[in-house]
């Protein structure tokens, strides 16, 4: 009787080990975080799953960015432009690091956020060798943007917080930005824009 005992025991043992490991593993999966609830706590908070509330924010090390100050994130930091254009609106987080990176597309885009750690502790820098070149761009005007149209020529609610932009020997303007308005830019530093006359910051019909 004892050993008939011991094999059932055995036997459920083992598939609740099988469970559990298949737990794991779906909880360390792609679609773990859609089945982990939270609630903030107190009166009027609801239950939300873990991936609602990460969804808010995005972050550039979700696209492979490691902001090293040693490797390329250009493809990484387009990436991260791409989905949170397709999300907006969309919230790019970059925490500590340097982030080195050629060229980035225009980033005014309505509703859409670029806030680092701190403007000490997040450095997006430019390495571009291209002579005179902006390091970032804002720029309404641009055709086909999100937000830009015969009615509504400037850009609004695009953001930046918290974040420092490095130029390079190149580097003729630094943040080059027109047409925004109605945004809100808190903590954010530009340094070495040393191209003969080179600019920190130009402003070319902005309400920020």
């Avoid at 055995?10 to 609630?39: P, S």
């Avoid at 903030?40 to 550039?60: D, F």
């Amino acid at each position: 009787m004892s050993i008939l005992i011991d094999k059932v025991t055995k036997r459920a043992l083992a598939a609740l080990t099988a469970a559990y490991n298949t737990f794991v593993t779906t909880l360390a999966g792609i679609g773990g975080a859609a089945l982990v609830g939270y609630v903030l706590g107190g009166a009027g908070t609801v239950l939300r799953t873990l991936q609602s509330i990460l969804s808010e924010r995005i972050s550039v090390k979700d696209f492979g960015a490691l902001g090293d100050d040693a490797a390329d994130d250009t493809a990484a930091l387009i990436a991260a432009r791409t989905y949170a254009l397709a999300n907006l609106p969309c919230t790019i987080f970059f925490p500590k690091g340097i982030y080195r990176f050629t060229s980035l597309p225009n980033l005014a885009i309505k509703g859409l956020t670029l806030r680092g750690a701190s403007h000490r502790e997040s450095v997006l820098k430019c390495t571009s060798a291209v002579i005179g070149h902006s390091a970032l761009t804002f720029d309404a005007f641009e055709p086909g943007l999100t937000g830009n149209d015969a009615t509504a020529p400037f850009v609004m609610q695009c953001n930046l917080h918290n974040l420092t932009v490095q130029g390079n020997a190149n580097t003729a303007v630094i943040i080059m930005v027109q047409g925004l308005a109605r945004c809100v830019w808190k903590n954010v530093f530009v340094r070495e824009a040393r191209h003969a006359d080179g600019i920190g910051f130009h402003l070319k019909g902005a309400q920020l």
